[in-house]
């Protein structure tokens, strides 16, 4: 549950970075106070600190297997990234988990999406408190459950299943993150298309599809964080394949190699990057 | 003439279906995957037997009271750490979600993406960060007691100190950014009114703002909760012993014991003790967010 939440917390925060209203200076509050400014950057540092030391500890040259002290700088777990095979191999299937669970989730989610906001029908007020069930379920329990259909008719536990996990717990996410973004959304734009001769499927995607692209985007940025991050809702579904979190936790026991710190660092600021990439790509385009 | 009828009769069945076709495959994935999984980890609660001889369906209801006074303990601390953790995230989320909203400026943007920083790092490894922070000798406890402050033999990795700050750690952007939503969304103009009206600017916080942000409190308070006690993470990784919750005990029934029927148990339990908790809660705050 703890990424799910995640996700929806991110959905709010993208959100709110993208919309910027402009707004006036205010007058009453300006340079009023320094305790509460001290006391934002206090909790920002607070929330920065574990990132720093993995940053740091990425370029730790330890002897031992223990990277618990600072013995000096190296780059050499930045030339051996890849020296663990079965960590590499965990890393990849995250990425692949991922990336087919962004584009299954996004489209089933965006569709259920698109029946709340454009379409009044029977049913859609317990569709609404349905699509929320999944999110208000503990991960832990996702998993039990989970793991309970599979025992029961003996379903063999590999990659598939971590797939079928993934979609079903990040579906909801991009529910509410495209229901978010369509709130607005013109209904008349799409009349106006088939008025003019364009078929449904025509209007869908020239008019439709363009206008509630951003909160696509963003459910399925949300998806990919959602399922590349996912440790226990996996741990249940898994069976013998490991993904990149599952490694990462199984090695705690035996001291976490540097090469866990430079692929967080690398995924750290690839997301980053990306993030305030989306970002400025919209700024300019409004 | 009827050609026109029929096909106009033809257009709206297909636009009254529309919807349907639309829901159709994602709600069935959710009740292939969600709603049959939950029955069928209902029927498995009611089974006896063990790995060994396999496990049959006896409706054995007397599972159910073994697990809530065999996991009492843990079913209990689980909650109360939620409590807490939630209380913890509100009580430092707040002033923190105030000020980028209401004194933000020009930052505001920098600001928030300051606090949805930790989720670019995967959990796992934030928690694993977070024990090295808190470690014996690391670089706090280290310097404080080689500066004699601390005794040497003191320590905050496996007791309740270190999972409850760790959880907080981790939860606190799930508290802060939906607070920030509903204060960034607070009209000023009621503010200046109240002042207008002699409130003190503490009795324009306590009688507008407070009750204005409630909705955020709500929804951060869902978000950080369920999943607080659901965790077993950072119990695993910083805790004990002392430490266990009910997510560490769900775990160990099905993943290493293999008791399959009271973990499948104390997963309902757990399952329909948040539901229950959610909907009081949202009856409570009065709020819509649940159907929205």
Known sequence: MSQEASGRARAVAEEEAVVEPARQPRRTTRGRGWILPLYTGLVIVYLFLPIAVMILFGFNDLKGRFNFTWQGFTLRHYRELFVFRDLTVALKNSLLIAGVTTFVATALGTMIALALTRHRFRGRAPTNMFIFLPMATPEVVLGASLLSLFLTFGTARGLITILVAHVMFTISFVVVTVKARTHGFNKEWEEAAKDLGANPWVAFWKVTFPLIFPGVLAAASLAFALSIDDYVVTTFVSGPTTTFPLWVFGASRFGVPPQVNVMGTIIFVAGVLLALGTVALQRRRT | ?292
Not at chain 2, 47 to 55: C, I, N, P, V
Not at chain 2, 74 to 103: D, N
Not at chain 2, 231 to 242: E, K, P, R, W, Y
Not at chain 2, 250 to 279: C, H, K, T, W
């Open chain 2, 1 to 292: 003439m009827s050609d026109i009828v029929a096909e106009r009769r033809a257009a709206l069945t297909r636009r009254s279906l529309a919807p349907y076709f639309l829901l159709l495959p994602g709600l069935t994935w959710l009740g292939v995957f969600y709603v049959w999984p939950t029955i069928q980890m209902f029927f498995i609660s009611l089974q006896e037997g063990s790995l060994a001889t396999g496990y049959h369906l006896t409706w054995h209801w007397q599972t159910y009271g073994d697990v809530f006074t065999k996991y009492d303990t843990q079913l209990l601390r689980s909650v109360t750490y939620g409590l807490i953790v939630t209380g913890a995230c509100l009580l430092i989320g707040y002033p923190l979600a105030y000020f980028i909203a209401v004194r933000g400026g020009r930052w505001k943007n920098a600001l928030l993406f300051m606090v949805i920083l930790p989720f670019f790092v995967s959990y796992v490894i934030r928690t694993l960060s977070w024990k090295f922070v808190l470690a014996d000798q690391g670089m706090f406890l280290g310097a404080l007691k080689n500066a004699g402050l601390l005794p040497d033999d003191f320590r905050l990795l496996a007791t309740p100190i270190a999972v409850l700050s760790g959880l907080t750690y981790s939860f606190l952007p799930f508290m802060a950014l939906p607070l920030y939503a509903s204060l960034e969304k607070l009209d000023r103009s009621l503010l200046e009114a109240a002042g207008d009206l002699y409130a003190s600017r503490r009795k324009a916080f306590l009688k507008v703002t407070l009750p204005l942000s409630l909705p955020g409190v709500f929804a951060g308070s869902l978000l950080t909760f369920i999943p607080v006690v659901g965790d077993f993470i950072n119990a695993q990784l910083l805790g004990s012993t002392n430490t266990t919750m009910i997510g560490n005990v769900i775990q160990r029934r099905m993943l290493v014991n293999n008791d399959y029927p009271e973990g499948a148990a104390i997963s309902f339990i757990l399952m329909l003790a948040i539901l229950i908790g959610v909907l009081v809660y949202a009856r409570l705050l009065g709020t819509e967010e649940l159907t929205g």
